[in-house]
């Protein structure tokens, strides 16, 4: 059967940096508090010429370079965010002019920080039904406009960045073979961020804290680190396969203590998990495509490896994914 294979990987980052010493200047907080807690230590910051769509483009361009695709042959774009450039028309259709990528089409995707393992699930179908098509999906986001700066709940968390993949079909036994994607919407309010008050009536009340993101952070900790959990040793079951099986488990870059939990529970030895968390912060959507890229660039996936997404955010939306490189 034909599969969905990543032709090329690539990933762009705003030029800012923000540290830890540098959110002690912004909020009451200190490098201490935020490395223990989190594991981060820095995150990059969106600047003029740095929008959404640029990100976005950026790395579409390094992924369309080294799969050797040209933007003219790409059939799908899909971007997966939750911050995008304006809310019509989609990141995709802006990414889709600045490439010129004439023959896409092009739609967002918005499972917030799940987005880009849900997009994978998605062109791995398109791929199954049209296995000729050519596929752009990107991870991006410019959260630092959605954070509330004066919140240090969540201001430290999150950081920006976009990362890209090109997708095609193949039929000797490499691509996504595999995939346990939930969501569940009774817990929204955890993990959330408003629209603008004037789009929602139901938001016009005293309590509105404004377009930014909010979070019950405990609460969320809980809930990721055992469904996180219980997607992938079901869908390793499902698929015949043990931990050991896995060449290099990427999960979605959140919390280092969600990371060693998850991974004590799988018993996945510290070096077949990529972590790339302190550099970037929380990157959402783009989290897992940035840190694909880094892995395949630094050589630590080869053809015919074994890779395990996991993933988990707002909606709340999780899930995992297998696939063959
Ligand atoms: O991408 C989507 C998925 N998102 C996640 O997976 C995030 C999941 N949650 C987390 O990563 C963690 O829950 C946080 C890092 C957000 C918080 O860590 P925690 O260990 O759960 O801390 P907490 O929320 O229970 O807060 C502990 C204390 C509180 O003070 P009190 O009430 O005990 O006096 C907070 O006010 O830490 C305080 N605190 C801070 N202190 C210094 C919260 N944020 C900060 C801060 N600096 N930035």
New binding site residues.
Partial sequence: MTKAVILGTGSCLPEKTLSNAD?EQI????DE??TT??GIRQRRIAGPGEQNYQLASGAARRALAMADVAPEDLDLIVVATISPHMIMPSTACFVQAELGASKAFAYDLNA??AGFTYGLDLANSYIQSRPDMRILLIGAETLSARLNWQD???????GDGAGAVVLAGASDGRGVFGSNLHSDGTLWNL?AMDSPQSFNPDLRREEWQGEYIR???????KH?VRLMEDSATTLLRQHGLAIDDIDLLIP????I??LANLRERLGMPEERMFVNLSQYG?T?AA?IPIALDEAYRQGRIARGDTVLLIT???GLTWGSLLMRW
């Fill in positions: 959110m909020v009451e907080t200190s508090w935020i807690r989190t917030a920080c240090r709940n969540t201001c430290v968390l999150f993990l979070m019950s952070g405990s609460d969320v900790f990721a979605h870059q959140a919390n203590r969600i929380n959402s989290s988990f955010g707002g």
